[in-house]
């Protein structure tokens, strides 16, 4: 799998938007950027995925480099339930069902 | 969605004994996968294990160390042996939901949090 950097930590204030970045320099044609977040004491849960194009779900946004070499994931209004690691993960399309391969994370911290 | 439950959810044990972990999915899945998360720490996958085969083990873990079984389809177990302080960690196991077209869901159990006196 090719390489994610992510900051080590991040702050937000409840109820602010929140702008996770990701770099991906390396990724191929045929990575999907995948997002999981952990929340404390809990296993990891998916959040949100994209090839090319910007995508929103329930959860969050996920906004894409047009040269794909980076991504942020979008908290539109923090609450103090986001406080969690969270993880970018490039994963290839042909081996989609292969294991997540997980790197350090972003432990974002929601302040009151 | 894939609902994973493991037992036991912690344990204590003593250095040198073995701990096997149980992980039961509501659904049959192809592909079984445990993790360890050492404190503090990301995830680290320690094995893939699917059904009628032998586990594939990543870099770092061997099979005498974490012997893994994969009966059916909804179930397997993780045995850490000769336990040293240095396994304590939270070990999770996860599967892959169905096959959605541009991506594959992986479901995660909550984990079992073992601590080696």
């Known amino acids: 799998d090719a390489k994610t950097t992510q900051p080590n930590s991040m702050e937000s204030n409840e109820e602010e938007p929140v702008h996770l970045p990701c770099n991906h320099s390396t990724i191929s044609g045929t990575d999907y950027i995948h997002w999981y977040r952990q929340l404390p004491s809990q296993g990891p849960e998916y959040v949100i995925h994209g090839l090319t194009s910007n995508v929103n779900n329930r959860m969050a946004s996920l906004a894409i480099a047009e040269d794909r070499k980076s991504s942020t994931l979008i908290l539109h209004r923090a609450t103090l339930r986001d406080a969690a690691v969270y993880y970018c993960i490039l994963r290839d399309l042909k081996t989609s069902y292969d294991k997540v391969i997980f790197g350090p994370g972003t432990s974002l911290s929601v302040i009151p | 969605s894939a609902v994973i439950s493991q037992k036991p959810s912690r344990d204590i044990c003593q250095r040198g004994t073995s701990l096997t972990i149980q992980c039961q999915v509501d659904?049959?899945?192809?592909?079984m996968f445990w993790y360890r998360q050492q404190p503090g720490q990301s995830l680290t996958l320690i094995a893939t294990a699917n059904q009628g085969s032998e586990a594939t083990y990543e870099s770092g873990f061997v099979i005498d160390k974490f012997p893994i079984s994969r009966p059916n389809l909804t179930f397997s177990t993780l045995t850490v042996s000769n336990l040293s302080p240095e396994d304590s960690s939270i070990y999770l196991c996860?599967?892959?939901?169905?096959?959605?077209?541009?991506?594959?869901?992986?479901?995660f159990g909550p984990g079992t949090r073992l601590t080696v006196l």
């Open positions: 996860s599967v892959v939901g169905a096959d959605r077209g541009s991506y594959n869901e992986q479901f």
């Open positions: 659904s049959q899945v192809t592909m």
